[in-house]
T-cell receptor, first 114, second 116 residues
Framework: GIQVEQSPPDLILQEGANSTLRCNFS?????LQWFHQNPWGQLINLFY???GTKQNGRLSATTVATERYSLLYISSSQTTDSGVYFC????????????????FGKGTKLSVKP | GAVVSQHPSWVICKSGTSVKIECRSL??????MFWYRQFPKQSLMLMAT?????????EQGVEKDKFLINHASLTLSTLTVTSAHPEDSSFYIC????????????FGPGTRLTVT
């Protein structure tokens, strides 16, 4: 199956700093999503980005599908950015069934200090 | 946006009892829903795929007789943990892609199960 590796596993930042989180995956995918898991466990959709670049406020993401990696950029970090960031990928030849599920990396735990 | 709800958000039950967790897509239809489990400080692992109108498919190592899944409508899937044991204590999260937009997934807020 597809393998997903995230780096770094832990990251400590001072408020206001910028950071880059990386996600490598081992095979072609047609779904790649970035999530932020808040302290209550809720997964917040950040980006659906199987390819290309997207930006949303202080966050942006780039996926280079041909090289099988994606990057999540966080600029001017805030304490509320703390939490675990997951990259998840999926591939579905035919819609439905287990091929449509997401495979998660182990996450990057981000701590932003005031 | 697409909203997925789960109920209850947390539950404590005694060993040997059964617990039902509901997953609803509130503003879209979902012919497929996925159930994940997350242990503390770990990633999410797929347990099973719930298919509306047909049997669920389970990942290797997941006991289908213990984790009963029913996808009764295009907006509701339920996971019943039968004869729960303390090792079933975990965070259970469901997700659903929109019908017709099969790739992007939307996640529920999760259900924290504690079995005493």
């Amino acid at each position: 199956g597809i393998q997903v590796e995230q780096s770094p596993p832990d990251l400590i930042l001072q408020e206001g700093a910028n950071s880059t989180l990386r996600c490598n995956f081992s095979d072609s995918v047609n779904n790649l999503q970035w999530f932020h898991q808040n302290p209550w466990g809720q997964l917040i959709n950040l980006f659906y980005i199987p390819s290309g670049t997207k930006q949303n406020g202080r966050l942006s993401a780039t996926t280079v599908a041909t090289e099988r990696y994606s990057l999540l950029y966080i600029s001017s970090s805030q304490t509320t950015d703390s939490g675990v960031y997951f990259c998840a990928v999926g591939y579905s030849m035919n819609y439905g069934g287990s091929q449509g599920n997401l495979i998660f990396g182990k996450g990057t735990k981000l701590s932003v200090k005031p | 946006g697409a909203v997925v709800s789960q109920h209850p958000s947390w539950v404590i039950c005694k060993s040997g009892t059964s617990v039902k967790i509901e997953c609803r897509s509130l503003d879209f239809q979902a012919t497929t829903m996925f159930w994940y489990r997350q242990f503390p400080k770990q990633s999410l692992m797929l347990m099973a795929t719930s298919n509306e109108g047909s049997k669920a498919t389970y990942e290797q190592g997941v006991e289908k007789d213990k984790f009963l899944i029913n996808h009764a409508s295009l907006t509701l899937s339920t996971l019943t943990v039968t004869s729960a044991h303390p090792e079933d204590s975990s965070f259970y999260i469901c997700s659903a892609p929109r019908t017709g937009m099969p790739y992007e997934q939307y996640f529920g807020p999760g259900t924290r199960l504690t079995v005493t």
